[in-house]
């Protein structure tokens, strides 16, 4: 029997530790130069909202705030900007997790596509309130490429905790 990676399958429970390793992945990826690049999705972000969606209780706010702190002075921006970012995206995320998780991963995708934009609003906000420039539209190109990302991330962040497939003739499930 082929395996199958539809939604059907039954997930063993994540380990925290991989949660830990992923964002502090994500975190890495964000402290490179060509995060700057105007079409590169906040990592941090995308990753928070996935686990904020499917694991609200080690993901979350908490999580969302110490990260940002830790953006906010790796770029030597405003402090908090990302950190009130990456909270409000983390509320957003776990709120609508039960919502987000019924639909299939394109629909997904455009779930997260608005909580990715308001990400980015926010930081702008907080950036223009002192007096920062527009921008421009470049700027809001990178949730659109993360929401693009959101179906190949959840097949890779998933595959450790798919069940084997091997079945067990005297047990049911």
């Known amino acids: 029997m082929q395996p199958t990676y539809s939604s059907s399958r039954i997930l063993q429970p994540v380990r925290p530790w991989f949660i830990v390793i992923t964002m502090l992945i994500a975190l890495l990826l964000n402290f490179l130069p060509a995060s700057t690049w105007p079409w590169m ?55 609508l997790s039960r919502r987000i998780l019924w639909f299939p991963l394109a629909q997904q995708a455009l779930h997260v596509l608005p909580l990715m934009l308001a990400v980015q609003l926010v930081q702008f906000g907080v950036r223009a309130m002192p007096g920062a420039v527009l921008p ?23 595959l450790p905790q798919y069940q084997p497939v091997d079945r067990d003739a005297n047990r049911p499930i």
Do not use: C, N
């Not at 906010?72 to 409000?88: E, I, R, T, W």
């Open 41 to 95: 999705p906040d990592w941090v972000a995308l990753l928070l909202i996935f686990w904020s969606i499917r694991e609200p209780r080690h993901a979350g706010m908490g999580s969302g705030f110490i990260l940002g702190l830790a953006m906010d002075v790796a770029d030597s921006s405003l402090m908090g900007q990302h950190a009130l970012a990456y909270v409000l995206a983390a509320y957003a995320a776990t709120s």
């Open 136 to 158: 421009g539209l470049g700027y809001f190109a990178g949730p659109f490429i993360g929401a693009l990302v959101w179906f190949p991330l959840t097949f890779v962040l998933l």
